[in-house]
């Protein structure tokens, strides 16, 4: 015969007479542990080994750093103020009833979840920990422990997000749960690979564990209580350090269509590899139209003759006027935008190469001068995909133009303009390209050992030759964006943004019956996961005993759902602050500040200590002189040099620093910087507070 099974409280929340009346439902509902100090597990073994029923001190309430949750106090002679428990039956008895007129310690507040009061979790960063804990008994007299076999069975906690069963506006705030009937619980069922997961919706009764929901490890912690007897609580962690992965997932609807096993794999590949078009290639690609901008830039920066900009640095010209065009600083742009291209055009190209790989194929045959069939293998989603990407052209002008990349650049001819983008993608997988590009600023033999420059009109340079040969703009300040695909965009928007709207419909055009699924599937970025409410959540815990042995005679046992909670994020406002002591220098002295030993060391590599060298020639006022509008402007004059070297070789170099004047530097800049920024945010009087420390001097007196 088997007992029914009951998960409780602590048994030091359980009362009897006036106490049981007024908290009914405290025996039944797992209790949540509030602890202050990172040796919180200690300090909770502790107490069960010592002054067990001292547990409802530890639970959870409502505080902030401004009031805080004293906690219990110390007290490690508790031990000792027990009575023996190897008396007579007689004297344990009366013992235990002295023990009830003194009264057991007393309980927490029943106060209700509130939006003015939530109890609200707060994360390790914060110093506080919570633990979940409960005790599984069988409902016969006295409430003994349940024998648990870990072989056969299993004791978990589940968290559930909690939402209402009513619509509410997704603009107006979460109302406290107060009443749980009035709320619907949803399951947290984890993701496969690099997907976070989502919330799916539980029955009516919320009683149910659904076959793939996430259950969070236990361990039991066992104690003697005041009568003796040996007992045992499970105990989990609270993930709060997890609040932004539950926060922001998004929530399956009830009436959702569940895909079958294979066709959601699928698509959850199909998305990922959308997902990494637009991370590795569209996403750069469009952050080229920002550099581009040249109304939106500075004058120092523009194409534009300083001429055009008023004393102010307002444009005042005519933009579509050649005349007032500066060909070097165009010169300069192209060569910026150019070498972003080509870098640009690598990601797209190896992007097509693992997930498009037939496609690619017939481009590289057909622009390779081969007989292929007009229309690309993979039907009319592919050769709507392949038009786009030929809408993507050099135009005209661009190449012959008074602006043109001929005119105001030498070194290179019309034959060695790509005409589009699948001209430019079949040119940039050359494997002499890809080697080029790849080995660039590398220090290695034979490549390029200076930033690509296009040369002025009918001059070259040996240089030329350790780049690739052919010129193509995804983006060009002067002759626009040349980005045409499918997409709708606002008329009143900006051009920047109408041409960034286009590209981003590129990835809408991806013919994705065609992508191949057999190579690895890339990590989703967390961007591309849209949240369904990023309202402030409230949520329960519930502990779970399962034994599949004996099922469907015996079924899950599921607690009672623990008090509503909220989780805080990292930069809560109301977050308890970790104490941090920065010790700075007190001797800052010359005398003082030799004694410390320079034991940091930075190691650079020879290509970063070429730049660096590069810089040591810059003096403040070139800094100043180079961001001051005409006709105060000085052009930026970095010397050109490679790696680092000594006698033909790589040079690297490792420096030693010491840390006390870093740290000393970082204070005084980080308060140059907040006082900077205190005209925009108006933050200074919130930043810092000081008290004085009589007598703490810097160096005492001899």
Not at 271 to 293: E, F, G, H, K
Not at 373 to 395: C, D, M, N, Y
Not at 668 to 690: A, E, G, K, N, Q
Request: proline content about 11%; some cysteine.
């Amino acid at each position: 015969m088997t007992h029914p099974l009951q998960w409780t409280s602590p048994q030091a929340y359980w009362r009897i007479g006036p106490q049981a009346r007024q908290r009914p439902e405290l025996i039944a509902q797992p209790q949540i542990l509030r602890f202050a100090t990172d040796d919180f597990m200690d300090q909770f073994l502790s107490t069960l080994s010592q002054e067990p029923m001292a547990l409802p001190e530890f639970t959870a309430q409502y505080e902030t750093w401004r009031q805080p949750h004293v906690g219990p106090q110390a007290n490690p002679q508790a031990w000792q103020q027990r009575a023996p428990s190897r008396l007579l039956p007689l004297t344990r008895k009366m013992q235990a009833h002295a023990l009830a007129r003194q009264g057991l310690p007393a309980l927490p507040e029943a106060t209700p979840p509130s939006a003015l009061n939530p109890i609200k979790l707060y994360q390790a960063a914060h110093q506080r920990h919570y633990l979940i804990a409960g005790s599984l008994v069988c409902q016969a007299p006295g409430l003994p422990d349940r024998a648990i076999n870990p072989g056969t069975q299993k004791v978990s906690v589940v968290l559930r997000r909690l939402q209402p069963t009513h619509a509410i506006d997704t603009a107006t705030t979460l109302p406290a749960p107060t009443d749980l009937s009035q709320w619907q619980e949803h399951a947290w069922v984890p993701g496969a690979g690099a997907e976070a997961g989502q919330w799916q919706p539980l029955p009516a009764d919320n009683t149910a564990v659904l076959p793939k929901e996430e259950r969070l490890s236990t361990f039991p912690a066992r104690y003697t209580d005041p009568d003796g007897q040996a007992r045992r609580l499970f105990v989990g962690s609270v993930p709060v350090g997890r609040r932004e992965t539950y926060q922001a997932a998004p929530m399956r609807e009830p009436d959702a269509i569940e895909l079958p096993p294979q066709a959601a794999q699928e698509k959850r590949a199909q998305d990922a590899r959308i997902a990494q078009l637009q991370s590795d290639a569209l996403a750069p690609w469009r952050a080229l139209v920002n550099i581009a901008r040249d109304l939106q830039m500075a004058p120092s920066l523009s194409i534009y003759q300083p001429g055009a900009f008023d004393d102010q640095g307002r444009f005042q010209g005519d933009r579509f006027n050649a005349s007032q065009v500066a060909p070097a600083q165009l010169r300069r742009l192209r060569s910026q935008l150019q070498l972003s291209t080509w870098y640009t055009l690598l990601d797209l190209r190896q992007w097509l190469a693992d997930h498009l790989p037939n496609y690619l194929s017939w481009l590289d045959e057909q622009h390779g001068g081969q007989a292929v069939a007009s229309e690309p293998p993979g039907g009319a989603s592919v050769a709507a995909f392949h038009a786009a990407l030929q809408r993507v052209r050099t135009p005209d002008d661009l190449i012959n133009g008074p602006l043109g990349l001929l005119s105001t650049g030498g070194g290179f001819d019309a034959e060695e303009v790509a005409a589009d983008l699948p001209d430019a993608l079949h040119r940039i997988g050359q494997a002499s390209v890809r080697d080029l590009l790849e080995n660039a600023l590398t220090g290695s033999e034979g490549h390029a050992t200076q930033p690509f420059e296009i040369p002025p009109p009918g001059e070259g340079g040996t240089e030329l030759s350790r780049w690739p040969r052919f010129l193509f703009m995804l983006v060009d300040p002067w002759s626009q964006v040349p980005a045409p695909t499918d997409d709708v965009v606002d008329d009143a928007d900006y051009p920047s943004e109408r041409a960034q709207a286009g590209i981003g419909g590129l990835a809408r055009l991806v013919p994705k019956a065609a992508l191949t699924l057999t190579s690895p599937v890339p990590a989703a970025p967390l961007a591309t996961t849209v949240p369904t409410d990023m309202r402030e959540a409230w949520y329960v815990m519930r502990l779970v005993y399962e034994r599949p042995d004996c099922q469907p005679f015996e079924g899950s046992v599921l607690s009672a759902p623990s008090v509503p909670f909220q989780m805080a994020g990292f930069f809560d406002p109301d977050a308890p602050a970790r104490p941090i002591r920065i010790g700075l220098p007190l001797d800052i002295s010359p005398a003082g500040l030799r004694k410390f030993d320079r034991n940091t060391v930075f190691m650079m590599s020879d290509m970063l200590c070429g730049h660096i060298d590069r810089f040591k020639g810059i003096t403040f006022g070139d800094l100043v002189l180079s961001v001051l509008p005409w006709p105060f402007h000085k052009d930026f004059n970095v010397s050109a040099k490679g790696p680092c070297k000594e006698g033909g070789d790589p040079l690297g170099v490792m420096c030693s620093l010491s840390i006390p004047i870093i740290t000393i530097c970082a204070l005084i800049l980080l308060t140059i910087i907040v006082s900077l920024l205190d005209f925009i945010f108006r933050w200074l009087p919130l930043f810092v507070v000081c008290f004085p420390v009589p007598g703490f001097k810097g160096r005492k007196g001899s």
